[in-house]
């Protein structure tokens, strides 16, 4: 049940974006494909159409192929007469972007970050935004920011981040505040999904995904009908820190065996190290050298033994995990994003291959694993579409200057 | 983004429908607290309660106090105005009943099962509705059935369910061309969420719920938003067949340590004879009895040490499941049903110290767990409602004699 009385203006509301959304959807398209896409009149089609014109966010391109008769006006998103911030802020360092309607990079700044607290950490969200709102793309019209840690994007508010040292902060009201513009705040992998959804591989299709994003840390970000399922406090996709050893290694939460211990790009290059200095007289390419991510994919495509030990272990674990993702949900396409997606394929099939066996296989059958298509541009496309997701109206009523 | 264009028919029936959901919520209400809640004028609520009436679905049934003034004429939903039937296809038997539009039971007859073939249990299924429809309970307005297995509700196909035997079975078909009347097939697990949603425990005021219903085999129901998510291939809350012990025992699946093998009730009852025969020595009160749920029961409730434990170890598996649950969905309310229900509030903290352990603490905390409040009834009642759930046009739609 839809929660309030229809009115008038709902319905002119919803017309409005029912077109807006079939223009979104199509590269060109003429008013008659319109009208039979969204089964309303011609002339309410056109009427509609010619107030997107006027708004300026939609343009006439050229003409159509007809079958007999006039060729028909081809429509177009006009990609450049919005513009949106987007934020990542990762772990090693904080992305911003200024985006256009089409999901296009402008313009990009990027801090690499280490040992900031809370407070140099908003001064630097402070300064990216600053950096970027002077680039003088116009009209911009809102900001996204994809952070880790628990999120209540209703009210703005960062519950828990602790790489970045924040408790309850409430930075969608701080930015609002400063800058007069609506601010929207995800988790980061939840805006992860998002952008995969919008602007990855055409997604859209199913109306349901699962992205995983592993990185430092692992989280999920779970679309149902198009819209991105948050959960009750949040949360939804924190499977990082569900158990999966329980005589596991310690995890940043407090608990043991996480599965971030095992799985995320964290663990990896700590397990690295450790079975090297456990076991010096094994065949590592690594031994003399500083390790990091980067280096291990060096190792590992080189065909170190030692590495690809560490990245089957980590897509094991991460496959066994991704076998509750599909009991509790089925949903039949799972991406997988974030730094360990550098392994590539070969991960890939680790993580397939114990997902399957992990999995009910009448389920699994049907699930389709592939890597996300956008890296790092994921997170910031889906933190600064997810405002326009559900509610066209920040395209109608742009902030004055 | 709502698929289809808004029209004044459709806005008509919205209207309906959301007066019709005040009344269904309210044991007795008046016009003017519909128009309130529901935000529609006096006018237009006083129209469509006298179409109600009209229909036999709503009767005023005395007056309100008041304020000063007149009293107003309260009005409550006819529960006997229309019947629909629910069947349990459970594991040892067959229930179904005839269900008014309150939830309750006007009859109930059951059938239990013993090794059936796919045909036999089809003709059971005839039989039981066939007693039903003779019943005299008139209008009957559709039918609703919980099954074990994987369903196709969309095209009302059993896609697979072993313990029945059937395998792509257009049951809904089968039995709507039959009998003439809307037929609904469900999980027996989702159609357990949906009952305990719509008449257990006040869980409507939360929008979101997880119902893990813990029988000889378990699996999940999950509502998102009041709807049932039922994923890409109907099998969303298939949480039993996820491998949770590597080294575990044969399912009957085909695969090694799934959830059923450790904390199901069969589990339970195979392990604890299992227990006493490789322990001779060990204290035992069902040492020379025929061991069966009932009797561990029995045994747990006397403080048998050797029931506790497999009580334990098949509570303290679940709840490690249960982490999974809490870290993908993050929905706050979890409800535990089905036969291993009977062991209580130790069995259910049991479950909820293995869930505390497993999980993300700053999601758990806020995770309420349990036991549901219908028993076998869940599964019946959720049968028959889901058809009314997100559609109420059945209530006038009448069928014809």
Redesign the interface.
Known sequence: ??P???THQ??KI??R??VL?TIFDHDTVSRAEVARL???TRATVSEIVAHLISEGLVEEVGYGSSIGGKSPILLSLAANSRYLIGLNLAQDKFIGAVVNLRGEIKDLVEFPIHNLDGEQALQLVYQILDQLITKGYHPLIGIGIGTPG?VNTREGVV??AVNLDWQNLPLAGLLEAHYNLPVSILNDSQATAIGEYVYGNDHQT?R?LIVVNVKHGIG?G?L?N?RL???????????????VREDGKLCR???YG?LETIASAHAVVLRYDEMIQANPAIYSSLKDTQIDLAAIETAFQQGDPLAKQVIYEAGAALG??I??????????KIVLTGDMARFGEPWRQFVQTAMM???????AE?TKLEIGALDFRACILGASACMLL?DYSLLFHLPTE
């Open positions: 049940m839809r309030n009385k229809a709902q319905t919803h017309n974006d029912l959304k969204t089964k309303l628990l519950v828990n199913d349901n999920a779970i149902i198009g399922f948050q959960g009750d406090g949040g949360g939804a996709g924190e499977i990082g820190h569900v158990v939460c407090g608990k996480c066994a995990s076998a509750n993702l599909i009991g509790v949900l089925n949903i039949k066996q992990s999995s009910f296989s009448r389920l049907n559900d």
